[in-house]
Structure formats: structure tokens, C-alpha cells
């Protein structure tokens, strides 16, 4: 019922700051909490943040403070601002959906490559 298209990765240098977009199709989108992981070489698929419909954020600890996850139910779009990035922020970022009634994201999208330099 969802699909979901990342974009705004790239190449960034230590400090700096880039903004994340996920798009999402489906007529449900407002119903669903929202979230981002990331993947980084030779490591699992970790929990970033999500957002809930009602726009209450959460955050990993290692993103808390420097990360902030938005959305805007009118585009059917999720963001994620990322400041003070460091290196060990570089991975695939994938953005996922899940429905108010489920612990599980059903919907993924294809990731988008953020890498951060020293």
C-alpha cells in the first residue's frame, strides 16, 4: 500500500549538515508512524529515529541532539535534519513505515548513501 523513495544523500564533510527526504505514496500516509534506520558497511541495520502521526519524535541515542525527524503529512514526506555530522554517521540511510496498530515496519524504502569525511 506504501511506497517509499529516499533522496538528498551524499558527500559531506565532518560538522556539516545534510536534510533527508523520504516521499511516500499511499492515501494512508498520516496513519503511519514513520521511521529512519541506517546500515553502515560490515555492520546491521540500526534504529535512527521515527516519528508517530501525531508528531512526537524519538531518538538513538547516538543521533539524539544532532538529528531531527519531521513530517508533512500534506506532501507525504518525512525528513531527517542531520547537524554536527561525524564520520561514523556514514551508512545507507533507508526510511520505513509502519501502521499505528503494528511494531513492525512493513514498507521500505531503497536507502540513500550519506557519507560523512574527516
Known amino acids: 500500500q506504501v511506497q517509499l523513495v529516499e533522496s538528498g544523500g551524499g558527500l559531506v564533510q565532518a560538522g556539516g549538515s545534510l536534510r533527508l527526504s523520504c516521499a511516500a505514496s499511499g492515501r494512508t500516509f498520516s496513519s503511519y508512524t514513520m521511521g529512519w534506520f541506517r546500515q553502515a558497511p560490515g555492520k546491521e541495520r540500526e534504529f535512527v529515529t521515527h516519528i508517530t502521526w501525531s508528531g512526537t519524535p524519538f531518538y538513538a541515542d547516538s543521533v539524539k541532539g544532532r538529528f531531527t525527524i519531521s513530517r508533512d503529512n500534506a506532501k507525504n514526506t518525512v525528513y531527517l535534519q542531520m547537524n554536527s555530522l561525524k564520520p561514523e554517521d556514514t551508512a545507507v540511510y533507508y526510511c520505513?513505515?509502519?501502521?499505528?496498530?503494528?511494531?513492525?515496519?512493513?514498507?521500505w524504502g531503497q536507502g540513500t548513501q550519506v557519507t560523512v569525511s574527516s
Open positions: 520505513a513505515a509502519r501502521g499505528v496498530a503494528s511494531n513492525q515496519y512493513a514498507y
